[in-house]
């Protein structure tokens, strides 16, 4: 069983047999008041959405997904395939199944795909992936906005925040549960 | 991790928080962060060190200084609750608190008003700027006028989906506080919601008129909690069967056995009268700066740290 204090973004639920993942999480606390777990929720079966505050005592079931290793393939009109490198079996996840995931898939890499009763339904990628940058824009010195990052687009056209000094070509570490910017990582 | 302006406005920040206070003529005070007993409080999880506590608010010690006979003081200093964890919560954050003794929690919103004119004034000073519009503190709120001043129960009226009375009897004030009523809170321009059901003031005096009620309010801005004030409760009596009542709550919840700060209530005994409140100073420099969460303002987050 979870506790009120294991929820997060990302985190697999079963609510009522169905397996659901936090996408959006609040933690709030009203002055002097008792902690409250605002989640928004998705069914990973129907996509559904589903909001709920949960309060401290409250208890939760981890949703049982069985997880099997295998390689992405490609993108084709938003079918995202993969292949199982045992048996050479392939399946594909729609973009709405992947959700921000899809952000982080490169042609080759090693993925878990989550099976919720023998249907495909997410994947759970490393928590760190390297990806190439092919967007940014110079750095301007003397900028004096008082920003401290820049926006950049990388290989899978995903944007996200950077310090100013990444430039085009470079490789940068993303953690994938945030999708924000680790480091810049040296060829 | 910030980077060197973010670093810079964040002690410009400091120094202006400061340079108010002394200004005003309170002395700046420095009380132990690890103490053997905490405020008994049902909503708060102390973080324990060897065998004591990480204060969660520097309200005892403050108020036994007040007791002694200080008159107005201030305090920026670490706090620590445990399992407070989120956008706008860290486990640790910095607060400000201060404490006028002979005051009523009027008094204390007017030092508000004040001090974030100030602290607006003192940041657009240092040239650093918060984004790339310049140097628009405050972007959304407009500090110049009166801030609003209304009262939990005005506010139940106007946004809560169910009265104030109900909520209060079905124990989802806070629920409904949440969802209904915060968001409709300091967009624009900074309220105060004040006089609270007395269930929601453990430390704070009843109102003379209408003893189901205290003398507390909260800070607002853009549906954001910034500070907790109220007219302290001086009745040693009434504030041990209070702490009685957070106890035997405490032990409801969490099956934890909380010893009574004795000390604070023997020296409750010598304050005639006195108001204080407790300022989030980080997540007043985020709203500041416009900022979206802590870690925007926050020298290190925790996962800088593993």
């Known amino acids: 069983m979870l506790n009120a204090s294991d929820l997060r973004k990302g985190l697999k639920l079963q609510i009522d047999g169905a397996p659901y993942i936090i996408t959006d999480f609040e933690f709030s606390k009203p002055g002097k008041g008792q902690a409250l777990y605002r989640c928004k929720m998705r069914n990973m079966i129907s996509g559904n959405q589903l909001v709920k505050t949960y309060r401290s005592n409250d208890k939760f079931e981890k949703a049982e997904l069985e997880e099997r290793k295998m390689q992405y393939l490609y993108n084709q009109n938003n079918e995202y395939h993969f292949m199982d490198t045992d048996n050479y079996e392939q399946l594909f996840l729609t973009a709405e199944q992947l959700g921000d995931n899809k952000n982080y898939l490169i042609d080759n890499m090693e993925v878990e795909v989550l099976f919720f009763e023998s249907l495909p339904i997410d994947v759970t990628l490393p928590i760190f992936v390297n990806l190439s940058v092919t967007v940014a824009d110079p750095w301007a010195k003397g900028d004096t906005s008082g920003n401290d990052t820049k926006p950049v687009t990388v290989e899978t056209g995903y944007q996200l925040q950077v310090p100013p000094f990444v430039e085009e070509g470079d490789k940068i570490q993303i953690d994938t549960r945030t999708g924000e910017y680790v480091t810049r990582v040296k060829e | 991790m910030l980077g060197e302006k973010r670093l810079k406005l964040r002690a410009a920040f400091f120094d202006s928080v400061r340079l108010f206070f002394k200004n005003k003529g309170f002395l700046e005070v420095d009380t132990p962060v690890r103490q053997p007993v905490v405020i008994p409080e049902a909503n708060i999880v102390p973080i324990e060190a060897d065998g004591e506590y990480l204060q969660a608010s520097p309200e005892l010690c403050m108020k036994r200084l007040l007791a002694r006979g200080l008159t107005n003081i201030f305090q920026i200093c670490p706090c620590f609750r445990k399992n407070e964890i989120g956008t706008l919560h ?217």
């Open chain 2, 90 to 306: 860290m486990e640790e954050f910095r607060m400000l608190e201060w404490y006028r003794r002979g005051a009523r929690y009027h008094a204390l919103m007017d030092d508000c008003e004040q001090l974030l004119r100030a602290v607006d004034k003192d940041l657009t000073a240092t040239g650093i700027g918060c984004g790339p519009g310049g140097d628009n503190f405050f972007a959304e709120t407009d500090l110049d006028m009166p801030f609003l001043r209304i009262t939990v129960a005005q506010a139940f009226d106007a946004y809560s989906r169910v009265p104030l009375e109900q909520a209060v009897r079905e124990g989802s004030f806070d629920e409904v506080l949440v969802e209904d009523v915060e968001p409709k809170l300091g967009g624009g321009r900074p309220v105060f919601l004040y006089d609270y059901p007395v269930e929601l003031g453990s430390l704070a005096r009843r109102k003379d008129e209408e003893p189901h009620l205290v003398e507390r309010f909260e800070l607002y801005i853009n549906g954001i909690e910034l500070a907790n004030g109220f007219t302290e409760l001086t009745d040693e009596r009434e504030q041990r069967t209070r702490f009685h009542d957070e106890i035997e709550a405490i032990k409801q919840g969490r099956n934890v056995t909380t010893a009574l700060p004795e000390r604070f209530l023997q020296d409750l005994e010598h304050l005639d009268s006195a108001a204080g409140i407790a300022l989030g100073l980080d997540r007043l420099l985020m709203v500041a700066v416009n900022g979206r969460g802590l870690k925007e303002v926050v020298p290190f987050t925790p996962q800088d740290l593993t």
